[in-house]
């Protein structure tokens, strides 16, 4: 039987991978019905400490014993079903018994988001504010360590708040819980990006299992694989693909907080290389990136580290890059670290999770594509044809369909750029209580992802957002791109760039760029400002508006990404103040 190893001088024994519990692959009429099943067996999760040390094994049956008490103390605290339950989303035992339990009641569980290192006090109880006026639930419940931020945010918006110790202290008498069936809601997911008008995403049981299934069809679970993740539960990849899924396909899972991988990200290739199993481990691209620059000073590499049972390396939530994977299997490659076990995929919440996923085994396949096919516009041939590589996120999972379509709706043929829609049993049920917002995406069944991109034999590839689309004399740009061409120059990371178009004095459009700026001379800034326009000039033909602002100035999703549409917002109304470049 294998498993991850026990660090030195370790009691606990974590769950095993293999089971003689028959496997199901999310083949159930609800998530209840699955966490039942699950419980049947000895597989469940296991939570590490900041340096990987297992501090907690939380069996299914045990979590399974937890949720129904939960169940049942919602239920005696006049929880009905269809009411919303908030659930600050801490990577730990006690929101996966609350979030269960709120399915068990026929409530509807919404995880948020913990606050994070940057924006302060204020603009976490703002952020769980908003949302909690979104979701309208009937209580807030959270770790007693950020009792005060809470309780602020449920008292502005006027419902019960209170700790989950607290909480899980009362009764929990021998109550009725309700039959549930496959198209009652399951739970309220927020979409990424929602921050001033968030979009709840409403899920069903039915939905919820079809995506499961899909996927774990899709990764080819088999009875030795092990999750790994650090992923934030408040987040679809996180809580469906890390969490959810586990429960539903009978997979044990290893989990560090997200928090904790911040501070040390190699903890998480830590604990793959001790699963004595195949791993199973999703991030986004930024968590390849961090590891790789993290490692790449130290010379123990392949003493550390032994990452060949890492069977599939999977990469969402934000544009793959091709670069930040080759740095990736350079550094890792004397760890037994294998190319092809990157699985590129494509999902989003309003999807349940998932769309395409690259078959296993297939690797990172891209293709170069000439920027004029990207913007739609005819090309200069006074200037030689730049190209972007463009990264193929697979098929279409199981009982999904996928296709492209143009401005008029129609569909288009293979190597054809248009709006992604896609179409299945796991679509979303609605925006909660948004029929404007649900109408304007979802089209005969259709949903509009918002995305942009084309096919090649029942292949995806994503070229960017189209809402981000920068247009300048009638000529698109990619805000990647732009960032992308900065991020070259010497001393910036992923995430330090924000590209968008501003209104000139003139009333045209051109480009601004606000860049994280980690330099005090003031010659120097002015120095990179100067190189920064260039740069951008090269790309766009034209000179732009850069702005130097102070490091963790631009806002980011609840999943981490940045928020363009944000940072565009705060600059315009003075929120965000860029550095003065007088010498």
């Not at 913007?375 to 369909?401: H, Q």
């Not at 120097?524 to 790309?539: A, C, G, N």
Request: hydrophobic letters at 40%; glycine letters at 8%.
């Amino acid at each position: 039987m294998t498993q991850i190893a026990p660090t030195a001088g370790a009691t606990l024994e974590p769950t095993p991978n293999a089971d003689t519990l028959p496997r199901r692959l999310a083949d159930f009429a609800t998530f209840a019905d699955a966490i039942d099943y699950a419980a049947t067996g000895s597989r469940g999760l296991n939570f590490h400490d900041p340096r990987g040390k297992l501090t907690r094994v939380y069996p299914y049956s045990e979590l399974r014993d937890d949720a129904l008490a939960m169940a049942r103390r919602l239920v005696a605290a006049g929880v009905k079903p269809g009411d919303r339950i908030a659930l600050v989303a801490e990577t730990g035992t006690d929101f996966a018994a609350l979030f269960c339990g709120a399915v068990y009641a026929g409530a509807w569980p919404v995880p948020l988001p913990l606050p994070t290192s940057f924006g302060g006090k204020e603009s976490y109880i703002d952020q769980l504010a908003v949302q909690l006026q979104s979701s309208d639930p009937l209580m807030l419940l959270y770790p007693a360590e950020i009792d005060a931020m809470a309780s602020a945010a449920a008292e502005r918006q006027g419902c019960k708040g209170i700790d989950w110790t607290t909480f899980a202290a009362q009764a929990a008498p021998d109550v009725a819980l309700p039959e549930l069936s496959p198209d009652d809601i399951c739970y309220l997911q927020y979409s990424s990006g929602s921050t001033r008008f968030p979009h709840g995403v409403t899920v069903t049981h039915r939905a919820l299992m079809s995506n499961l299934a899909a996927h774990s069809h899709g990764m080819r679970v088999g009875d030795n694989d092990r999750c790994i993740s650090w992923l934030p539960w408040y987040h679809d990849m996180g809580l469906v693909g890390c969490f959810l899924s586990l429960i539903a396909n009978q997979v044990s899972g290893d989990y560090l907080k997200t928090e904790d991988f911040a501070r040390r990200p190699l903890a998480w290739l830590d604990l793959i290389s001790r699963n004595e199993g195949l791993s199973i481990s999703y991030s986004p691209t930024f968590g390849y990136d961090i590891c790789a620059r993290r490692i790449s000073s130290q010379s123990n590499v392949a003493e550390r580290f032994d990452l060949s049972r890492w069977r599939l390396a999977g990469n969402g939530a934000d544009m793959i890059r091709p670069d930040v994977m080759q740095n990736f299997v350079d550094a890792f490659a004397d760890a037994g670290f294998k190319a092809n076990a990157f699985t590129p995929s494509y999902g989003l919440a309003e999807a349940t999770l998932a769309v395409t996923i690259m078959p296993p085994g297939e690797g990172i396949r891209v293709e170069l594509v000439e920027e004029e096919r990207l913007s739609g516009t005819p090309r200069d041939l006074s200037r030689p044809a730049r190209y972007r590589a463009i990264v193929n996120c697979g098929k279409a999972v199981k009982d999904m369909e996928v296709v492209i379509r143009g401005e008029e709706g129609h569909e288009l043929a293979d190597h054809m750029i248009g709006k992604v829609w896609c179409s299945g049993p796991s679509v979303m049920h609605s925006y909660f209580r948004d029929p404007e917002a649900t109408d304007a995406c979802i089209v005969d069944g259709w949903l509009d992802t918002g995305d942009m991109g084309y096919m090649v034999n029942g292949y995806l590839f994503i070229v960017g957002r189209a809402k981000d689309m920068i247009i300048i004399n009638g000529k698109n740009h990619w805000p990647q791109d732009i960032e992308w061409a900065v991020e070259q120059l010497p001393g910036f990371h992923q995430g330090d760039i924000a590209a968008f178009a501003v209104q000139a004095d003139n009333g045209e459009e051109v480009p601004a760029v606000l860049v994280h700026c980690r330099i005090s001379d003031p010659f120097e800034r002015i120095k990179l400002h100067d190189q920064i326009r260039d740069k951008v000039r090269s790309i766009t033909g034209m000179n732009c508006v850069v702005e130097l602002v102070p490091p963790r100035t631009l806002p980011r999703t609840s999943s981490g990404k940045l928020s363009r549409a944000k940072a565009k917002k705060l600059y315009l109304s003075g929120e965000i103040e860029p550095y003065s470049l007088a010498a």
